[in-house]
């Protein structure tokens, strides 16, 4: 029997063609990676993006060595523990092989080249290697508690063991874990332990000094310690000391990078020759501006209840900074200010090894061409990462603009943000772009949206100078109007009927308008003026209500409507009915805190008074909040000295106003009104344990009889 295929020819041709174009595809489109990649804004809020960093391979496992008992033949001899990893300016890599007591030379492209180690004097447990510009290992042997130095051969140069130092302390114990070395041949060592800093030797292994200490976190119950204990009470405490150096490097420029693990500030340092740390003020990105940067991200921050820990760090050719997380196992990479760019991490709990999981990241290096290379202690390998498309449009931007060519920068940022609209350094990027523009209308709107308060700041400051200069002789035409005017009125009518009406008018007698001014008096003669509420009944339910709702207005216009200069968070969304409840419950705890303790404490005060006066010491809230709320929207940091002064003005005169009140109606003291006052902070602290604690069991309880409810059901 003939089959005729004649019909089928054009379907099959289609098909193949299809599988062609399939095949032909490029890889990248249908590429996948096992974790998911974040940066956090200038409000701390988690933004979702591309991916950075792509996985392409894993380097490490092919290495054969001779045979020990029978050289002829070769032996599989894989990495065991290893800690520390380098790669010299020709791409080699370099791995410290602590478990094998050796260090491992892979070439450019992963291929085993070499086993270094020191026959003459055999390594112990080595955690770390650097290789200088001429070729010279240097390497940080931990368990010989030395450093040594060899040349490109292998062949041992010199040792440096701990040296001979009447400024070392006899406590300090010289346990090398890390190392890298200057140009000028000066050694930085990192020692297990070491909260001193780093250990400075010059070529010949003399001490020169510690270098890029940590400072010694200071807590408040730090402070009360030091000021109520006795000398020898403060003695016994466990001393205190700053965190030690878990890893060191040092970058083209001879930048020296430090990372700390036990600290929760200033994790990361840039240290130049001097000491100084560079990134210990920088937050472009920021809306805070915090004086001491954190390094170390957490997706999130309630489910993992983890305080990160970076064990080691890499600078790639631009200058940005990669560390990696031994506790959380992220990849953290800033810029070279210490910006955040992208972190990112996968599932390290599963039980099989994934290709761009990282399970224990043990140390970090990066090459030429800004692959990272993370040494993985677990499945002791090396797993390479390569920039995305993404990541190097987002690193090409970011170095224009680190360079002051924001001109340039502005289509690789406009790139980026058409690829991800939230990402915020594209936004601040394309602000400093239209800010050298001169277009700061643009400018102030994406900072505005970035949450980054010194160039919005900035750009309102040109905005408002160039107002100022076209319209400065239009002001002062109005302003010598009004003057001339006022002055040829005040003349005029100086004898007429109408001004001799208003002087003589007479004062309103309605008593809730008395009541109202009573306010101003209180301003003057505070103490008087709380106990006329007291005794002479110039305050009342309806005066106090009014100047209730007075202060609760005044302080949800002074929490929502402050400029984003001064109040960022104004960014995301003000919820005005939680701004409400705040403020009462705060009002009703301290009205009740404060009756009860008078009531115990010997006061006079009725319960009216003491609500009716403290009403009435928030009236410095729409005095002075309300105009700061207005002025605030034209100024700009540089007169944040102003407006602070105004700020914690208004809330010292209201802590005033509340003292003499409680003073006044209870008919205390000085310190009795001061005890009363503590006392009072006190009882609403308790209230609010109290109340937590008790909305807690209550939940409990409607869970317990739920679930005996369903029980009673089911059967």
Known sequence: MIVKTRGRRPMVILLLLAILVSVMMPITALAYVPYDTNYKDGFDQLVWTQSAYTPVEVMGREIYIPDPKDPSKMVHSPLVQPKGIFIDDKDNIYIADSGNNRIVHLDEKGNFKRIIDVKESPMKKPEGVFINKNGDIYIADTGNKRVIRLDNSGKLIREFKRPDSKFLPESFKYDPIKVAVDKRGFLYIATLGGYQGLLQLDPEGNFQS?????????????????????????????????????????????????????????????????????????????ATGEEIKTFGEVRFPSRDKLTPKLNDLTVDRNGNITAIDSTLKYVNQYDANGNLLFFWSGDTSASASKLGVVKTPSAIASNSKNNLFILDEENNVVQVFRLSEFGELVHKANQLTQEGRYEESEKPWQEVLRLNAYYTPAMLGLAKAAYKKGDYETA????????????????????????????????????????????????????????????NRRRSQIPLVIQLKHAFYILKHPIDGFSAIRYEGKGSFASSFIMLILALISFCIYKGFTSFTFNPTIVLDVNLVTLFFQFMILWFAWIISNYLISTIYRGEGRFRDVAYGSTYALFPLALVGLPLTLISNIMTLSEDSIFSFLQVAMVVWIGLLMFWKVQAMQNYSVGETAMNIFLSLVTMTLLGVLVFITFGLSSELKDFFFSIYQEVTIR
């Open 444 to 503: 102030q709107k994406l900072f505005y949206d970035a949450g980054q308060t010194q160039g919005y700041s900035d750009a309102f400051w040109q905005i408002r100078l160039n107002w100022f200069q076209k319209n400065f002789g239009m002001l002062m035409n109005i302003f010598l109007v009004v003057v001339i005017g006022y002055l040829v009125l005040n003349k005029l009518t100086k004898k007429s009927a109408f001004r001799q009406k208003w002087r």
């Open 210 to 286: 510690f270098f890029g200490a940590n400072k010694t976190e200071f807590s408040v119950m730090d402070a009360l310690k030091r000021m109520l204990y006795t000398r020898e009470m403060y003695l016994r405490e466990i001393s205190k000391l700053p965190g030690s150096v878990s890893s060191v490097t040092i970058d083209q420029n001879g930048f020296i990078y430090t990372v700390t693990k036990e600290v929760t500030k200033g994790q990361i340092k840039k240290l130049n020759i001097a000491g100084k740390d560079l990134l210990a003020t920088v937050n472009d990105s920021s």
